[in-house]
């Protein structure tokens, strides 16, 4: 698609659907962050169209003043529904990649988010990892794994036994030993 198709597309759409994309955008990001943190990510993906058909609906109700409009234009209101949702995915893929400043969580971070998933409520897992990588970075006596077993029990959700936070604990030390061989 050329330029000129995008910026048609644009103009035969209209503002109306720039703005209700941004809002379906901004609506589909605080369900993710609140309500529907334990859906799966696949699920999600239909999400900004949902909405923006949604939106687009109550919209097009609200400005010819008919709920009438809505049956007898079903094919017109869904079209920019999901015009609306694509919109708003695009707008999302654009702040991912040109504005939101992502902190890259380095080799060993990375190492220990995914080995204490599921020991750590979700919602705590970045902040715990970090005190764990903190705590194994700055330790000189050798004991890095004494500091993770302590900090993985403060933190641990559910039914988690000493012995299993021992076993965790040592295998994050090993782990990151084995990645800075290399």
Excluded: W
């Excluded at 994050?172 to 800075?180: C, P, Q, V």
């Amino acid at each position: 698609m050329t330029i000129i198709g995008i910026i048609d597309t644009f103009t035969f759409y209209g503002a109306d659907v720039i703005l209700l994309a941004a809002l379906t955008a901004v609506t589909v990001q605080i369900c993710k962050a609140t309500f529907l943190k334990r859906v799966k990510r696949k699920l999600l993906t239909f999400l900004p169209f949902i909405f923006g058909t949604v939106f687009y609906a109550a919209y097009a109700a609200t400005k010819n003043l008919s709920l009438y409009y809505l049956l007898e234009e079903y094919v017109y209101v869904l079209e920019h529904g999901i015009s609306v949702g694509a919109v708003a995915t695009l707008l999302y893929v654009l702040y991912e990649q040109f504005v939101r400043d992502k902190k890259t969580p380095n080799a060993a971070e990375g190492v220990i988010s995914t080995l204490i998933e599921g020991y750590v409520p979700s919602n705590r897992v970045e902040e715990v990892t970090k005190l764990i990588a903190d705590a194994i970075e700055k330790d000189v006596t050798g004991n890095g794994a004494e500091r993770a077993a302590k900090i993985l029990a403060e933190n641990a959700e559910g039914e988690i036994t000493e012995h299993d936070i021992r076993l965790l604990s040592g295998l994050i030390i090993e782990t990151l030993a084995k990645i800075n061989v290399k």
